[in-house]
């Protein structure tokens, strides 16, 4: 869910979100927390999210973001899952906008950049 902060990749279509690729998942467990998931929410940007999903090959989430997710189990569980059980261990996000690969290993994304990119 990250923006590409390569100097002059400012086409916000573009840059945002990274495309994922060739991830390794990894499932961990956490104890759901529907407030937490219901105050998060506002944050979300569900097409981004939906998109990003896509890319790794999940497909949990309703095409229309809902309004109010309260009371909507199957998106909470959806949510819970996707944010705080879905772990990329490997794998690389790729701009849309320049085409930078800021690589992802051992569940950390490499946001760094070559000096000429700043
Ligand atoms: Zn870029």
Redesign the pocket.
């Known amino acids: 869910m990250l923006q590409?902060h390569?100097k002059g990749?400012d086409d916000s279509s573009k840059?945002f979100p990274l495309k994922l690729e060739n991830c390794q998942l990894e499932e961990i467990e956490a104890e759901r927390n529907n407030e937490f998931l219901v105050r998060m929410y506002p944050r979300v940007d569900w097409n981004a999210l939906r998109t990003s999903c896509q890319q790794l090959g999940i497909n949990k989430l309703p095409e229309e973001a809902p309004e109010n997710i309260e009371d909507n189990e199957p998106v909470l569980e959806a949510l819970h899952s996707l944010l705080l059980e879905t772990n990329v261990l490997e794998g690389q996000m790729v701009?849309n906008?320049?085409g930078?690969i800021y690589p992802i290993r051992n569940s950390v994304p490499n946001m760094l950049l070559a000096e000429h990119e700043i």
């Open positions: 590409c390569v990749c840059n701009c906008g320049c930078h």
